[in-house]
Nanobody, 122 residues
Framework: VQLQASGGGLVQAGGSLRLSCVAS??????MGWFRQAAGKEREFVAS?????????YTESEKGRFIISRDNAKNTVVYLQMNNLKPEDTAVYYC?????????????????WGQGTQVTVSS
């Protein structure tokens, strides 16, 4: 599965951004988002099952971020990010996997988007 992410940018604290990730076709893979801040390891943000019935978030993102997907044609996964904080600044990567996507699973994932920069100013 090839992935193309977009939607990053510069926003003030408290603002919102929506990231998008388009897959090369319709897929039943679990989709997810990770982020990597400068000098830090890539970390899990959110994931969604192919039918959208199961979503997962880290505690710090619950209530602020919403992951969703559209499988109508090419699969598209979105990450709506609200009430952004400076600590959300990172490069955000979308991912696809036939296995569950959870914290710690980044090394097992083979399909990644190219990354999109999100910068939150204070």
């Amino acid at each position: 599965v090839q992935l193309q992410a977009s939607g990053g940018g510069l926003v003030q604290a408290g603002g919102s951004l929506r990231l998008s990730c388009v897959a090369s076709g319709r897929t039943t893979y679990t989709m997810g988002w990770f982020r990597q801040a400068a000098g830090k390891e890539r970390e899990f943000v959110a994931s969604i099952s192919w039918s959208s019935t199961v979503t997962d978030y880290t505690e710090s993102e619950k209530g602020r971020f919403i992951i969703s997907r559209d499988n109508a044609k090419n699969t598209v996964v979105y990450l709506q990010m609200n009430n952004l904080k400076p600590e959300d600044t990172a490069v955000y990567y979308c991912a696809a996997s036939p296995r569950p996507i959870r914290p710690g699973t980044a090394p097992l994932i083979r399909s990644w988007g190219q990354g999109t920069q999100v910068t939150v100013s204070s």
